[in-house]
């Protein structure tokens, strides 16, 4: 696993927003909304970021589930039972003990001109970052392998 200080950052701006994302949980790290700063974490570049205790779940990506599953485990329609890493008394809570959240993201690309449907349904061009992970059938006892990206984007008009 990669030092607090090789948490890789990256600065996303428009006309009144910046926000500041982190490779370690894909992660919302501050925002500013012109010029007044919202602070979510805790310093990305110190080993505070990474510590449960002193850093829950603030800005983060959750996954695979987010929120809480009730005695970490649970049974699919075939009939298939599985049990999960509990990290939450006897719960499951936002993906396990090394959930999204707790995991560097394997690799990210900054995007430039990357076309989204915005609430009217219209094509708007944003700028940002993507981040992606890869967790094997199994990991935290979850079944199936599991390809996730998250974007972080904004556009000219936010």
Not at 57 to 74: M, P, Q, S
Not at 122 to 143: C, K, Q, R
Request: hydrophobic fraction near 30%; charged fraction near 20%; proline fraction near 3%.
């Amino acid at each position: 696993m990669p030092s607090a200080a090789e948490n890789k950052l990256y600065s996303i701006k428009n006309d009144d927003i910046e926000a500041v994302v982190a490779q370690y949980g894909a992660t919302l790290v501050s925002l500013k909304f012109k010029g007044k700063e919202m602070t979510l974490n805790r310093d990305p570049g110190s080993e505070d970021f990474r510590n449960h205790d002193l850093n829950p779940h603030y800005g983060a990506t959750c996954g695979r589930v987010g929120g809480r599953i009730a005695d970490a485990k649970f049974t699919l329609e075939n009939g298939s039972s599985h049990t999960l890493a509990a990290n939450n008394g006897a719960n499951a809570l936002h993906g396990g003990i090394e959930g999204y959240s707790r995991s560097y993201w394997n690799s990210s690309t900054i995007h430039s001109d990357f076309e989204v449907k915005d609430k009217d349904g219209n094509m708007v061009n944003t700028s940002g970052v993507s981040f992606l992970i890869t967790e094997a059938d199994g990991h935290e006892g979850y079944p199936g392998t599991c390809h996730t990206t998250s974007y972080f984007l904004l556009s000219k008009d936010n």
